[in-house]
């Protein structure tokens, strides 16, 4: 467990099994002034809660073998006295279980649900919405093409989101973020290209040079949440065959702690 205690601040408790999320997401929620309480379901949860009584509890149903903990300390927290007025944001990767959640409020409790992975700014505004406060990082009304944006990281890896075509026009700024992020920050670097709809010849060697310099640098470069056209243009590259592709960001920070290891 991590608990953060400057004063002033809104109290956050976080409730995740994967220690790389827990660690991103109050980096995230820190620096929007809040005090942070982690945890992986340990068995005084409810306790905690009920004494630390924080503003706002954040739950991940995607527990594997204790899910079923996860469902009764839900109960637990919307039944007591004492924690039925903290509001609770369910989030979870398995469609199934928010839609058991959004079924069964009146069982479970959950003000909000999310669905995982989510951006940053969508669980900010969720926890806004929950809490009352205005927090500053929002994005922008419409995503700029090829915008880039740095989001919060481990100490060892710098996450960089892409949005846009990732073209001929768009691909030296591209090549010049990348290549800055392992200059500056960390040799290891994750590219979430969810919002990337498509990637031409051009595109496809920026991200082959940024491999080229991550590696060089003793890092590693890893893409997050490719589209069908990105990928089978990456496939057509070749590149398909040397950069490992993820789900997720918190699933490819695990995969480089993983690499590191061992």
Known sequence: MHHLTPSARK??????????FLNVVRKLFYQEQFNVTTTNLVPKTFALIAVLQPDAVIIDLTM???????WQLLEELHAAAATSGIPVLIVSN????????????GRYGGQAHLAWPARDYEMLHAIETLVGMSLTSHPPTVPLPSSI??????????VL????PLDRESAPQARDEIAAAIA?????????VR??????????????VGMHRAEAAGGDLRLVAPKDPVIQRLELAGLDEVLPVHATVVE??????DAVAT
Do not use: W, Y
């Not at 398995?94 to 409020?105: D, G, I, K, N």
């Not at 944006?149 to 710098?158: G, L, R, S, Y």
């Open 11 to 20: 109290h956050l408790f976080v409730i995740n099994k994967a220690p790389l």
């Open 64 to 70: 594997g073998e204790d899910e079923e903990v996860g």
């Open 94 to 105: 398995s469609p199934q279980l928010l839609t058991r959640a959004q079924e069964q409020v």
């Open 161 to 164: 989101h892409l949005a846009g």
């Open 149 to 158: 944006a740095v989001v919060p990281h481990p100490e060892t890896t710098t």
């Open 252 to 257: 490819a920070l695990e995969a480089l702690e």
């Open 184 to 192: 500056e920050r960390h040799p290891n670097l994750i590219l979430d």
């Open 195 to 208: 919002d990337v709809p498509s990637i031409d010849g051009a595109g496809a060697n920026a991200l082959l």
